[in-house]
């Protein structure tokens, strides 16, 4: 979180190239954000998950902020409490919202259950321990003796703001780390190009994460405020197109499994008919030659018969002469 209190009066000391810009940062946020609220209702099949809400809540806390820090830093509302509230509420949300999307998808490359759930911890931990009090020391900014509170306010929004890179920073390492160790494995044509895409959105994040460091600890609070809402909103964008081009890489190479399971299913049960149909042929065969031999043994007993009968009758002709 940056100090949101100083923007106003450094603006007064400006000419009109920095107010153009914040307008511009603040157009493009909007732009990105519609445009990816629309494309999350249209991808989707079934409006829940974690990776869905993740997104949904992360874009809407990016208009919030970006359209108080427009109002806070170019005097649109009467009351300076409007834009204050806008921007807390959405930074609030926004920065943890961004490693939760992240988070979501983790499991898909990683197979490490509790080096997911530490991320997960940590999220959360961080989220409470920083969130909370940056925003109670922003809203007392607001009081009849507010300098102590504007001190205080600033160095914890440094704070923050490091921390809260560095937690991107590490789950977009694990991301690199785990996409390095699965490309050892002899994939296709298709799963390398969506690694080398999941690798480049990774470095992307970096790069971000440390421009607004920069700017954060240079103090450029005339454009910091609506350019973090741009940054996070093409953050969303690439993480959105990376992100569910993996989990269509992930299911098609579930479903590759399942055909092949289901090919030696197959092939088993064709090798057990096979036997099958060989033990009945052979059964057959044993049955004809059984009985040929039968027939065989048949045919000795009536010449055996006949022949008897034969010796008999000569014997009763001999008898008789």
Known sequence: MENITSAS???????????????????????????????VFFTFKKYSGLY????????????????GAYMKQNNVAHDTHVDNILMTVGLVLMV?????????????ISSNQKLVRSILWMIIVLAVVLCVPTSMLNLREYTDQPGTYTRTYSAMAKTQMTL???????????????????????????????????????????????ALLVM??????????TFKS???????????????????????????????????????NT?????????????GEEEQEQGEGDEEEKEKDDDSKKKGKKEKKE???????
């Open 164 to 210: 809260s890179s560095f937690e991107e920073v590490f789950i977009s390492c694990v991301y690199i780390w785990e996409t390095r160790n699965a490309m050892r494995v002899n994939f296709n044509a298709l799963d390398r190009k969506w690694m080398w895409q999941l690798i480049a959105m990774n470095i992307f994040l970096l790069v971000m994460d440390t």
């Open 230 to 268: 741009l940054v996070h909103s093409f953050k969303l964008k690439i993480e959105f197109a990376v992100l569910t081009q993996m989990v269509r890489v992930s299911q098609t190479r579930r479903q590759s499994g399942s055909s092949a399971m289901n090919s030696l299913e197959n092939l088993e």
């Open 271 to 283: 090798s057990k008919w096979n036997e099958f149909v060989l033990k009945q042929v052979e059964d």
């Open 315 to 321: 014997r009763e002709e001999d008898d008789e002469g």
């Open 52 to 67: 869905f809400w993740s997104l949904i809540v992360d874009v809407l806390s990016t208009v919030t902020y970006a359209t």
């Open 9 to 39: 009066s450094d603006m007064e000391a400006v000419g009109g190239g920095i107010p153009r810009a914040t307008a511009a940062f603040t157009a493009m946020t909007w732009y990105n954000s519609i445009e990816l609220l629309f494309l």
């Open 96 to 108: 943890p919202g961004q490693s939760l999307v992240l988070y979501s998808r983790l499991h898909l």
């Open 216 to 225: 954060e600890f240079l103090e450029l609070y005339m454009i910091l405020n």
